[in-house]
């Protein structure tokens, strides 16, 4: 190679190093994430239970791949909270206490009341009006409900409104926070009234931010979340109560003065 060229192929070379500095892979989905989103999937629509065990064996023959993958989905499943892992018993769905439930709530409260916030003012028209549209669609699922339709409902809303948001930290939260908010979906609507109640909360937020009123969006926003985590306690106290009273010996009556 005489000297013009090899100066040309440095220059191509130096040319090209900052593109491989920047490392950017672009691939769809790995096996790993393929799994986490399968599993979480089964957990939402209730395929396995809170305290059901999830055994790597059976997993692999239901989803036709290998136990490493399988750990290794496993271990990012319990960093999120929805699978916890016993001492000489393996893996289960992790059970949510009303202790903890109250907690994931109140922190739900405090970050999805700041994206509404900031979707008030940061979001676009379309956005906005993309908003909307997903709320005709949740409303339709609230009158024919079936878990699958919740869950793509509820995708497109929050996907929206994290987008919108403008804030990624508070998206990535949000979507950890929503993983939890998952196992209590079904808790919070069982109750048929609560489910109308929802949907109209939810309307009202939604017309704070087309209005673009930062702090009512908030406030509706807020007192949503805090209503459905009302509901959500009131029947995971009404679960637990039998199971409070077993083995207990029922207390007498005193008898009555003549």
């Not at 005709?136 to 919740?150: C, H």
């Not at 998952?182 to 919070?188: E, F, H, K, Y």
């Not at 109308?196 to 509706?220: F, G, N, P």
Request: hydrophobic share 40%; with cysteine.
């Amino acid at each position: 190679m005489d000297r013009p060229t090899r100066r040309h192929a440095d220059r191509e070379a130096e040319a090209a190093g900052p593109q491989q500095a920047s490392l950017r892979v672009a691939t769809p989905p790995t096996l790993r994430h393929q799994i986490v989103e399968r599993l979480k999937e089964a957990i939402e629509l209730g395929q396995f239970l809170p305290g059901a065990r999830l055994i790597d064996r059976e997993l692999c023959e239901r989803m036709g791949v290998s136990r490493t993958s399988i750990r290794e989905a496993m271990r990012e499943l319990e960093a999120a909270g929805l699978i916890t892992t016993l001492p000489n018993k393996g893996s289960i769905v992790s059970v949510v206490t009303p202790e903890m439930a109250r907690s994931i709530y109140e922190t739900r409260a405090v970050l999805e009341g700041l994206a509404a916030r900031l979707f008030a003012r940061r979001a676009s028209s379309e956005q906005i009006a993309g908003l909307k549209k997903t709320v005709d669609e949740l409303a339709a699922v609230y009158t024919n409900y079936t878990p699958q339709g919740m869950m793509r409902a509820k995708t497109a809303f929050y996907g929206i409104l994290l987008e919108g948001c403008g804030n990624p930290i508070v998206a990535d939260m949000l979507r950890i926070i929503h993983t939890r908010v998952s196992q209590l979906r079904a808790t919070s609507h069982s109750n048929p009234s609560r489910a109308k109640q929802s949907i109209a909360e939810i309307r009202e937020m939604v017309a704070a931010l087309e209005t673009r009123d930062a702090e009512a969006a908030w406030h509706k926003c807020v007192r949503h979340i805090e209503n459905a985590a009302d509901a959500a306690l009131a029947v995971l106290a009404a679960q637990q109560s039998p199971k409070s009273g077993q083995g207990k010996t029922p207390a007498r009556k005193k008898p009555r003065k003549s």
